[in-house]
């Protein structure tokens, strides 16, 4: 089993709509989780981090956190076309500062 | 501010050339790291450098070197590349290396190699 996987998409939603992205991690020892957004050519920008359980909420941005499932989400409300890009999950290995990405889903908002 | 800042933006080198990457950050962060991210794939980690020691090396071909010269600075060293080598190298940096600290990147040097 891979260490991060993520629905590898692309998905495509209509502007306004909620985006839901998904990722799923094997290391049971994982305590932080990261999302990261990548435009076409650009680096990685970081969107949300969570550490605990239940849901985290900035602006449009939700990230859920479920341990025992060992996924981890990111709602994307009113979905804009400027959030068109890829979304990397990443966590920490073994709580150590390797930092594994997930493949990536390639999100397109289409106006 | 959490502006890391990568030079330069693009590079072409040959097979036999010699070049260096830089990146530098004001955060007064005491780990960072270089990052290979190849086209449609995620960034696989290289190097981390911990208060300026090398602390993870992803058994990277010694024809990439790292140099951490001061807790600012990271300069990845290039030389003898293959043509495979062509990618993205990304910096980034974090607080330190403690579970969950998060990690902000650069924008990248984007490298050819002929």
């Known amino acids: 089993q891979k260490e991060v996987e993520q629905n590898s998409g692309p998905l495509s939603v209509p502007e306004g709509a909620i985006a839901s992205l998904n990722c799923t991690y094997s290391?049971?020892?994982?305590?932080?989780f990261f999302w990261y957004r990548q435009y076409s050519g650009k680096s990685p920008e970081l969107i949300m981090s969570?550490?605990?359980?239940g849901d985290k909420e900035d602006g449009r941005f939700t990230a859920q956190l479920n341990k025992a499932s060992q996924y981890v989400s990111l709602l994307i409300r009113d979905s804009q076309p400027s959030d068109s890009a890829t979304y990397l999950c990443?966590?920490?290995?073994?709580?150590?500062?390797?930092?594994?990405f997930g493949k990536g889903t390639k999100l397109t908002v289409n106006p | 501010d959490t502006e890391v800042t990568q030079t330069p933006k693009h590079l072409v080198m040959g097979m036999t050339n010699k070049k260096s990457l830089k990146c530098e950050q004001h955060?007064?962060?005491?780990?960072m790291y270089w990052y290979k991210q190849k086209a449609k794939k995620p960034p696989e980690l290289m190097f981390v450098y911990s208060y300026e020691k090398l602390s993870i090396n992803e058994s990277v071909p010694s024809r990439f070197s790292p140099e951490c010269p001061n807790s600012s600075l990271l300069n990845l060293h290039l030389h003898a590349l293959q043509p495979e080598d062509s990618a993205l190298y990304l910096c980034a940096s974090s607080q330190d290396t403690g579970t969950g600290r998060t990690q902000y990147f650069g924008p990248g040097t984007r490298l050819t190699v002929l």
């Open positions: 955060m007064g962060h005491r780990a």
């Open positions: 290391d049971r020892g994982s305590q932080s």
């Open positions: 990443a966590v920490p290995v073994g709580g150590s500062e390797k930092l594994v």
């Open positions: 969570i550490y605990s359980n």
